[in-house]
C-alpha cells in the first residue's frame, strides 16, 4: 500500500469524522425549527460544548487535503466557489450566533440568532450533499484540471437530491442526538417521535437519490460500495426502530453508523478518483495525479497518526464531561 | 476591474477584517489565563467571588472576540482554494503541511479546550478548569506560528526545490526554522500581547469612570494590563526593529519601499515624509534625516543600504524583464509610519496611565473624565496591525510567493469578474453588520456587567 492510498483512507476517516460529528451539529441546529425559545436553549446548549471542536474536523479534512492532494483542494474550491460562498456566509452566522445568541436577554435578539443557527446548519448539510455527489458524477473538468462549467452546471437533478437526503439523514442525526442528551422525557419522546418520521423520510429521500444516482454514477460498479450501502439502509432502518422503541442510545449509534457506512461507500465508489471529469476520464484527478510529492505525504503521515490519536482522546474525554443530559436549568449558562 | 484585483482585494478585506480578532484572541487568552491563576491562587472568600466575576468577565468579552475570529478563519482556509487555485496547484507540497498542522496540533485544542472552558466551571476541578484556558492560550499561539511558518515562505522561500513546474518541500525543518519565521512570529506574539493587554485597560479605564461599585477590582486589573501591555508594546518594538534589519538581507526592496528609497546610497538618509512619484521612481520632495537609515539598519553610521531601482535592475537580472517593485510603495510608506507612529503613541498611553494606576490610585476617581475617553483611543492597536499586515503583503507583490510565482498567476483562472463582486460584496456586508451587533452585544454586556463581593 503506498501513500497515496494511505491518505485517501485518512481523507476518508477525517470526513467521515466530519459527516458523523458535525451532522449531529446540523442536525440540532434544524431541529430547532419552530421550537419555543426555552426548548432552543436546551438544543443549544446540548451542543454548546462541542459543536466547535467538531467543526475543525471540517476545517481539518479541508486542510489534509491541501497538503496531501493540493490539485483536489484547487479544483473542488475554485469549482464550488458560489457555493463554498453560500457556506460560508451560513457558518459564519451559526459560528456568531452560538456565542452572541444569549448575550442579550431580548427576545428578537435570541430569535435573530437562532435563526441563524437553523439557516447556518441548513445550508451547509445541502451544500455538503450537492457537492459530495457532483465529484462522483462528474464536472465538466479540463486536462488542466480547471473548472469550465458554471454554477448551474452543479445543480443537477441528481446533485441537488443528494443534498435534500444529506439534510434529512443529519437532521435524523440530531434528533438521535437529542434524544440521548434532553432531560425532559416528555420532549425526548417528542423528538423520538420526529426521529422515526425523519428517518422514514431520509430512507424515502436514499431510494429516490440512489435510484438516480445509480442511473447517472458508477456508484454501484464496486461490490465493496453495494455492500456500504446495503449497511447504510440497514442502520438508518435500526435508527428508526431504535427510536420508535424508545431507545435511544441504539437509535444514535445507528445513524452515526449509517453515516459512516455512506461515506464510507462513496469513498469507495471514488477510488482511486477523487474529482470525476464529465469530459474524459483521463482527466479526472486522482490519488495520483493530484497528489503531494512522497516526502509530504510521508511527514503528513507521521503528522497523522501522532496526532488524530491525541485528538480523538481528548475529545472523547469531552464528551464524557458531558454526558449529562441538559435539563432546563443548565441553560442560564449560555 | 477583473477578477484577480478583485480577489485581491477580497483576500485582503477578509484578513485584515480577520486580524482585528486575532491578536485580540492571542493576548487575552493568556490575559485571561493568568487571571485565572490568580483567582485559584487567591485566599478570601469575597476576593474568590470578585475574581471569579472577573475572570468570567474578561472571558466573556475574549469569546465574543473568538467566535469572530473562528468564523473568518475559515473563510481565509477556503480562499486559498476559492480564490488562489494555481497558488494552491503550485504550493500546495509545501503550503498545505502547516495548514493541515495547525487544524491538527492547534485549531483542534483551541476549540476543544474553549467547550470545557465554557461549560465546564461546576464540571471540572478548579485546576483543571483552569489548565483548559491556558491550553487555549497556547492553542491559538501555537495556530499562530503554524500559518506564519506558511506565510514565511511566501516572503522568503526556504527548504524546497522546483519540480515539474511546482515547488516541492525537500527540508520540513528549514521551512519550520526559516529565520523569517522568528521575526514575524515574535512581532506577532507581542502585537497580541499588545492589542489585548490594551482592551484590558481600555475596558478597566472606563469601567472605573462609570462605574463605581466594581472600581476597585477594575483598578487591580487596569495596573497588571498596563504592566502586561508595556512588555507587548517594548517586545513588538524590538522584534519590530530586529525584523526589519534582517530584511535588509532576506527581502530589501519590502525594506527599500517601506522606506522609499529609490536610489542606493552609503549612509541612507531617513525620509520623514515624502512625496511619492512612484510613475517616476522617485521622491518629488522628502524631508530627511541624514544618515538615520544606515543607522537603523546596520547599527552605525556607515553602510550602504540598497534602493528600489538597483533592486529592480538586479530582479531583472535575475528574474527576466518585468516591474519587480511593489506597486504601490506610496501606501506602503504611510503605512509604516502609521504602525510605528501609533505605536509610539500606544507606549506613551500605557505609560501614562500606568502613572495614573500605580502612583495615583486613591484619586483615580478624579481622572474619571480623562478614563471615560480611553474607548476613543481603542483603535490604535488595531491600525497598528493592519498597517503592518498590509506593508508585510504589498511589499511581496508583484510575488506571492517571492521569486517563485507572481500574484497574477495565481488566482483561479474559472473565476469570473461578476462571481467574485458577488461575494466581494456578500463577505463585506456580512462582516460589517456582524462586527456591529458583536460590538454591540460587547458594549451592552461591559456596561451592565457588575463586579462586587455580592453573590
Known amino acids: 500500500m503506498d501513500l497515496n492510498i494511505i491518505w485517501f483512507i485518512l481523507i476518508t476517516v477525517l470526513f467521515t469524522g466530519f459527516f458523523i460529528l458535525e451532522g449531529f451539529d446540523y442536525g440540532v441546529g434544524m431541529m430547532m425549527l419552530g421550537r419555543p425559545k426555552n426548548e432552543r436553549a436546551q438544543f443549544v446548549r446540548a451542543i454548546g460544548p462541542v459543536w466547535d471542536g467538531n467543526e475543525v474536523w471540517m476545517i481539518t479534512a479541508g486542510g489534509a487535503t491541501f497538503a496531501a492532494f493540493p ?109 440521548l442528551k434532553i432531560a425532559d422525557r416528555g420532549l425526548v419522546q417528542e423528538l423520538q417521535k420526529k426521529s422515526v418520521c425523519l428517518g422514514l423520510l431520509t430512507l424515502f429521500a436514499y431510494v429516490l437519490f440512489a435510484g438516480v444516482a445509480a442511473a447517472e454514477t458508477d456508484i454501484l460498479a464496486k461490490l465493496g460500495t453495494v455492500v456500504f450501502l446495503g449497511l447504510s439502509i440497514a442502520a438508518i432502518i435500526a435508527g428508526c426502530a431504535g427510536a420508535y422503541a424508545g431507545k435511544a442510545c441504539k437509535a444514535f449509534i445507528s445513524s452515526t453508523l449509517a453515516i459512516a457506512c455512506l461515506t464510507i461507500a462513496f469513498f469507495n465508489a471514488l477510488f482511486p478518483r ?55 436549568a443548565d441553560v442560564h449558562y449560555h | 476591474m477583473d477578477a484577480l484585483i478583485l480577489s485581491r482585494l477580497q483576500f485582503a478585506i477578509t484578513t485584515i477584517y480577520h486580524f482585528l480578532f486575532v491578536p485580540v484572541t492571542l493576548g487575552l487568552s493568556i490575559f485571561v489565563a493568568l487571571l485565572e491563576t490568580w483567582y485559584i491562587n487567591s485566599g478570601s472568600y469575597e476576593e474568590r467571588v470578585k475574581l471569579k466575576k472577573l475572570v468570567k468577565f474578561f472571558g466573556t468579552i475574549f469569546l465574543i472576540n473568538f467566535a469572530m475570529g473562528v468564523v473568518t478563519g475559515i473563510v481565509q482556509e477556503f480562499h486559498f482554494g476559492m480564490n488562489w487555485s494555481e497558488y494552491a496547484r503550485f504550493m500546495g507540497d509545501i503550503f498545505g503541511a502547516p495548514l493541515a498542522l495547525e487544524a491538527l496540533t492547534a485549531f483542534f485544542i483551541e476549540s476543544t479546550f474553549i467547550g470545557l472552558w465554557i461549560f465546564g466551571w461546576d464540571k471540572l476541578s478548579e485546576k483543571m478548569h483552569c489548565l483548559c484556558i491556558w491550553i487555549v492560550a497556547f492553542g491559538s499561539n501555537l495556530s499562530a506560528f503554524w500559518i506564519l511558518v506558511a506565510n514565511s515562505f511566501m516572503q522568503h522561500p526556504v527548504g524546497y526545490a522546483i519540480e515539474n513546474g511546482r515547488a516541492v518541500m525537500t527540508d520540513f525543518i528549514e521551512l519550520v526554522t526559516n529565520p523569517y519565521v522568528f521575526g514575524e512570529y515574535s512581532h506577532t506574539f507581542f502585537a497580541g500581547i499588545t492589542t489585548g ?145 501609533t505605536g509610539g503613541l500606544l507606549l506613551f498611553i500605557v505609560f501614562v496611565t500606568g502613572c495614573l494606576a500605580f502612583f495615583k490610585r486613591d484619586e483615580i476617581r478624579d481622572y474619571r473624565c480623562c478614563l471615560k475617553l480611553m474607548p476613543l483611543l481603542l483603535p490604535l492597536p488595531f491600525i497598528a496591525n493592519s498597517a503592518g499586515w498590509y506593508i508585510a503583503e504589498a511589499g511581496r507583490q508583484p510575488w506571492i510567493v517571492v521569486g517563485l510565482q507572481k500574484t497574477a498567476v495565481a488566482v483561479s483562472p474559472n473565476l469570473s469578474a461578476g462571481e467574485v463582486w458577488i461575494t466581494l460584496i456578500g463577505f463585506t456586508a456580512i462582516y460589517l453588520f456582524l462586527a456591529v451587533l458583536a460590538v454591540f452585544a460587547a458594549v451592552m454586556f461591559i456596561r451592565k456587567t457588575k463586579i462586587t463581593s455580592e453573590e
Not at chain 1, 486522482?286 to 509530504?296: E, G, K, R
Not at chain 2, 544606515?294 to 534602493?307: A, D, I, L, R
Open chain 2, 197 to 341: 493587554g490594551f482592551l484590558v485597560i481600555v475596558v478597566s479605564a472606563w469601567k472605573i469612570a462609570t462605574d463605581d461599585e466594581s472600581r476597585e477590582m477594575f483598578v487591580r486589573t487596569l495596573r497588571r494590563a498596563v504592566l502586561y501591555t508595556m512588555l507587548g508594546t517594548l517586545g513588538v518594538m524590538g522584534s519590530g526593529h530586529m525584523h526589519a534589519q534582517y530584511l535588509a538581507e532576506a527581502n530589501p526592496m519590502k525594506l527599500a519601499s517601506f522606506e522609499a528609497l529609490w536610489e542606493t546610497e552609503d549612509p541612507a538618509p531617513f525620509a520623514v515624509v515624502a512625496d511619492i512619484n512612484q510613475e517616476e521612481r522617485r521622491n518629488d520632495s522628502e524631508i530627511l534625516i541624514p544618515k538615520m537609515f544606515t543607522f537603523m539598519v546596520h547599527n552605525s553610521f556607515s553602510g550602504e543600504v540598497k534602493g528600489i531601482n538597483d533592486l529592480q535592475k538586479e530582479a531583472v537580472e535575475k528574474y527576466g524583464s518585468g516591474y519587480y517593485i511593489p506597486n504601490d510603495v506610496r501606501g506602503m510608506f504611510w503605512s509604516f509610519r502609521a504602525m510605528v507612529g
Open chain 1, 71 to 179: 490539485h483536489v483542494y484547487a479544483t473542488m474550491f475554485s469549482t464550488f466557489y458560489l457555493a463554498l460562498f453560500l457556506m460560508l456566509l451560513a457558518l459564519i452566522m451559526r459560528g456568531v450566533a452560538f456565542e452572541l445568541r444569549g448575550k442579550l436577554q431580548y427576545s428578537d435578539w435570541i430569535n435573530f440568532w437562532d435563526f441563524g443557527i437553523i439557516f447556518g446548519s441548513f445550508v451547509p448539510a445541502l451544500l455538503w450533499g450537492v457537492a459530495v455527489v457532483n465529484l462522483l458524477r462528474g464536472l465538466p473538468i479540463d486536462y488542466q484540471m480547471h473548472y469550465v462549467g458554471n454554477f448551474l452546471n452543479l445543480l443537477n437533478p441528481c446533485a441537488i437530491m443528494g443534498g435534500i437526503f444529506f439534510v434529512l439523514l443529519f437532521a435524523f442525526h440530531g434528533a438521535n442526538f437529542l434524544a
Open chain 1, 274 to 328: 477523487i474529482m470525476v471529469s464529465s469530459i474524459s476520464p483521463d482527466f479526472s484527478l486522482n490519488i495520483y495525479n493530484a497528489a503531494s510529492t512522497p516526502h509530504t505525504l510521508f511527514l503528513m503521515t507521521i503528522a497523522a497518526v501522532i496526532f488524530v490519536p491525541i485528538v480523538l482522546v481528548y475529545q472523547a474525554w469531552t464528551y464524557k464531561t458531558f454526558k449529562d443530559r441538559v435539563t432546563p
